[in-house]
């Protein structure tokens, strides 16, 4: 299922005005505020390793899983460049957040930039709130974002336009979004270009994004079936109460 296909090698350039230290910091201050009982943390579809490489700065260690060869290149790409101390305390895997299995227990585990509005079916969730759950110590806690449904039926995605540049690429993504009313979902359709600067050649890329959009009440079952009591719910980095005009929805809940 992975569709950070060729796109993944990309994908820091296209986030670079994404501030994972602050979105570190954000989920760092959920953590204490809802007790995490230690420092090991499971990143669940970590992609390149951003926010578990902020997490190991605030002293944590991290376990990333990603279901993308072409996402983890990248993050190994980080962690070869770490310094012995942080790069102990750092490790990458390739597994789906559905079934991946390790003996380990985790403290905390992050899942974040809608990583569970990847696993679009019912049972993709209720597969992946079970994974939650069996790497969680007794009261670890879980902090995780989602599409909220409330807003993205309110204001309906469209379509958009978006460049990117370094001194290498050029980077241009059009995207067209479909609802998917029957499933909860939306077709996210991107189609890039990639021009390379210096040797004057461009390649074209197409990706299809599903992506689930979740209700309080189904997370509140979906994570109760789990053994996981939903504690909290705010919007995304604001700390505001969810509403209908905003779509990210950030989550966290105490393993029982
Ligand atoms: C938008 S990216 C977010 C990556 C990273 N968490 C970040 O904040 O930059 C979504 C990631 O989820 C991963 N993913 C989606 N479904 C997955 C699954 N079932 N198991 C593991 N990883 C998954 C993708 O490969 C991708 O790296």
Not at 129 to 135: D, G, K, N, S
Not at 144 to 168: I, S
Request: aromatic share 10%.
């Amino acid at each position: 299922m992975s569709v950070f296909g060729d796109l993944a090698s990309y994908y820091d350039l296209l986030y670079a005005d994404k501030n994972y230290r602050e979105e570190a910091a954000y989920v760092e201050g959920l953590f204490q505020r809802f007790g995490i009982p230690g420092k090991r943390l499971l990143s669940l579809g970590c992609g390149t390793g951003a926010h578990d490489l902020e997490m190991v700065r605030n002293g944590y260690q991290t376990t990333g899983v990603d279901v993308s060869a072409n996402m983890l290149e990248l993050a190994h790409q980080k962690h070869a460049a770490l310094e012995l101390e942080e790069h102990k305390k750092m490790s990458f895997h390739q597994g789906d957040m559905r079934t991946w299995r390790n003996e380990q227990q985790f403290d905390g585990i992050m899942s974040l930039f809608h990583v569970v509005s990847y696993q679009t079916s019912q049972s993709d969730l209720e597969q992946s709130f079970t994974t939650f759950r069996q790497h969680l110590v007794p009261g670890g806690i879980a902090v995780f974002d989602c599409w909220y449904g409330p807003a993205v039926l309110t204001d309906r995605p469209g379509n958009r336009e978006k460049t990117w540049e370094n001194d290498l690429l050029k980077v241009h993504r059009s995207t067209r979004a479909e609802m998917v009313f029957d499933e909860n979902t939306v077709e996210v359709h991107f189609d890039i270009d990639i021009t390379d600067k210096k040797q004057q050649t461009s390649q074209q890329l197409q990706e299809l994004h599903r992506m689930r959009y979740l209700f309080l009440p189904e997370l509140k079952l979906l994570t109760q079936q789990a053994n996981l009591e939903l504690l909290h719910h705010e919007q995304w980095m604001t700390g505001a109460p969810l509403n209908d005009s905003t779509w990210y929805a950030t989550l966290v809940c105490r393993a029982i």
